[in-house]
T-cell receptor, first 115, second 113 residues
């Protein structure tokens, strides 16, 4: 069974540009999470989808970040326009059901560098 | 609100020695506690978790952790370190009412030959 995949693995962009990160969860997982780790800091929650609906987006830093999960399958996280402080590693995770506490399976992350 | 503190950004042990990675948490409700590991160039992998029941939890690769409510701790241990244990380890907490994970800053485990 394929795990959580993320694309691209690395992205280097200039300040003011737009970047779109993609996450493909494990097939059949309704729950999808985005997290971010800024260099030297702890991993922070960004948002949580249940199927195509945003269950909790309390961690989204500002309106330059837009997450979508059309059709309840893969998700995209767009940063527009990117700022220097957006650099970090963006992790995606998925879990099967939120009725019970299910293990979140993580992708390898996308390392974003904003110059 | 929940928070997690991991003591030591880097821990160095000799191969064969005891591994002890410290994690303390704060939570206003009974927590669920996790340890994740990230090997170089890989994603985060669950080592073990505590939800309810037995306070000593065994995980993969010989790791275990003990939930101590009175000390608000969930330290990770392994009796004998192996070179392949070199990685970054993260402690995390969540609560029943929402499922976002709250993370510690991570501890890099260095194994000396």
């Amino acid at each position: 069974e394929a795990g959580v995949t993320q694309f691209p693995s690395h992205s280097v962009i200039e300040k003011g540009q737009t970047v779109t990160l993609r996450c493909d969860p494990i097939s059949g997982h309704d729950n999808l999470y985005w997290y971010r780790r800024v260099m030297g800091k702890e991993i922070k929650f960004l948002l949580h989808f249940v199927k195509e609906s945003k269950q909790d987006e309390s961690g989204m830093p500002n309106n330059r970040f837009l997450a979508e999960r059309t059709g309840g399958t893969y998700s995209t996280l767009k940063v527009q326009p990117a700022e220097l402080e957006d650099s970090g590693v963006y992790f995606c995770a998925s879990s099967q059901s939120s009725r019970e506490l299910n293990e979140q399976f993580f992708g390898p992350g996308t390392r974003l560098t904003v110059l | 609100a929940q928070s997690v503190t991991q003591l030591g950004s880097h821990v160095s042990v000799s191969e064969g020695a005891l591994v002890l990675l410290r994690c303390n948490y704060s939570s206003s409700v009974p927590p669920y506690l996790f340890w994740y590991v990230q090997y170089p160039n890989q994603g985060l992998q669950l080592l073990l978790k505590y939800t309810t029941g037995a306070t000593l939890v065994k995980g993969i690769n010989g790791f275990e952790a003990e939930f101590k409510k009175s000390e608000t701790s969930f330290h990770l241990t392994k009796p004998s370190a192996h070179m392949s244990d070199a990685a970054e380890y993260f402690c995390a907490v969540s609560v029943r009412s929402n499922y976002q994970l709250i993370w510690g800053a991570g501890t890099k485990l260095i194994i000396k030959p």
